[in-house]
């Protein structure tokens, strides 16, 4: 396996309202949709956190918060409080609109991750974050890791699966109608993304069960829950 190598995302240096980046994000929504990364977050969600009672949620890196709510849908679950984190939020109302829908009561936090999680504040019954853990190097990812596990009870990440057929996959996004943006950056996300338990060995070890594994051929979907639950 080729090593992770870590590169600049040109979705990352684009103003949120540039032409190019609102594409970006709408490709985003497909290629999420083609990984089928929203059933795979949701589904170690349902099978721990209980049916009934208030829950707190929180997405990191949540950009347009859109994965969140096919999250949301699948869990068929009301009366959460949910948490989107980005440093540029680019949640748009009707987003905001269709949780409330859902009974779920959606709050934007314009912050940078380390500081958000640093804040004194209670726990969360869970944390979420999609594409998002592969844009740190190993130190900064495993002080990153420590802070979530300080803050929640059950972590759930899907990443991209960095091997030889997910990067000849990244290659083809041309086939879904991705613009250049979302084209570069998918091959640079494989480039800088996850196998084997290189996700584990960052994670605190004592008081938790985690699983880490392959979820078809494009994602790695890494899962931490307190021995508690």
Excluded: Y
Excluded at 82 to 88: G, I, N
Excluded at 145 to 150: E, G, S
Excluded at 179 to 195: E, I, K, L, P, Q
């Amino acid at each position: 396996m080729f090593p992770r190598v870590l590169e600049a995302e040109w979705l990352d240096e684009l103003p949120a309202a540039d032409a190019r980046a609102l594409r970006s994000r709408a490709d985003l929504r497909r290629v999420n949709w083609t990984m089928g990364n929203a059933r795979l977050i949701a589904a170690p969600l349902k099978s721990v956190l209980p049916a009934q009672g208030s829950l707190r949620i929180a997405d990191l890196g949540a950009g347009d918060g859109c994965l969140t709510l096919s999250v949301a849908r699948r869990l068929h679950r009301p009366d959460v409080r949910l948490t989107l984190v980005d440093r540029a939020p680019v949640v748009h109302g009707v987003t905001v609109n269709a949780f409330a829908a859902l009974r779920w009561r959606a709050n934007l936090a314009a912050a940078d991750v380390f500081q958000f999680l640093s804040q004194p504040g209670a726990m969360f019954d869970a944390i979420v974050v999609n594409l998002f853990l592969h844009h740190f190097d190993p130190e900064r990812l495993a002080r990153l890791l420590a802070l979530i596990a300080r803050r929640t009870r059950i972590f759930v990440a899907c990443e991209p699966r960095r091997s030889q057929f997910a990067l000849l996959g990244s290659r083809f996004l041309w086939a879904l109608g991705c613009n250049d943006v979302t084209r570069h950056d998918a091959v640079v996300s494989v480039r800088a993304g996850f196998c084997a338990d290189e996700l584990s060995r960052l994670w605190p070890s004592r008081g938790w069960r985690v699983e880490e594994k392959r979820a078809g051929p494009f994602s790695h979907v890494f899962v931490a829950k307190r021995n508690a639950l």
